[in-house]
């Protein structure tokens, strides 16, 4: 099986709070079987700040950003998008 890139963007007080928002709106529009290479599939993320002067939504694409989701199985990437906004990443089974 293979992998999907997949960019999410959620709201909340918290990051767990959007990061579980959006995993189970997910899981709802995609089902629970897994590989549906979407958020889904995610049970954890870490924190990853976005160097000054790039775009967040610009910089998820680099090679720098990439390196550091490129697991499947591991854990997506978050960046604090400020307000409680948040911007979810990564790789997942597809």
Same mark, same amino acid.
């Given at each position: 099986m293979?992998?999907?890139f997949f960019s999410e963007r959620?709201?909340?007080k918290t990051a767990e709070i959007a990061f579980e928002q959006l995993v189970e709106e997910?899981? %709802? &529009? %995609?089902?629970h079987a897994?590989?549906?290479?979407?958020i889904?599939? #995610?049970?954890? %993320? #870490?924190?990853? /700040?976005?160097?000054k002067g790039? &775009?967040?939504? &610009?910089?998820?694409?680099?090679? /720098?950003?990439?390196?550091q989701?490129? &697991? #499947?199985?591991g854990p997506a990437g978050c960046i604090d998008l400020g307000g409680g906004e948040w911007l979810f990443f990564? %790789?997942?089974s597809s």
């Open positions: 293979g992998a999907s959620g709201l909340g997910a899981r %709802f &529009d %995609f089902g897994g590989y549906t290479g979407t889904a599939e #995610k049970t954890e %993320f #870490k924190m990853i /700040e976005c160097p790039w &775009d967040p939504e &610009d910089w998820i694409e680099e090679d /720098e950003a990439l390196a989701v490129e &697991d #499947k199985w990564g %790789f997942a």
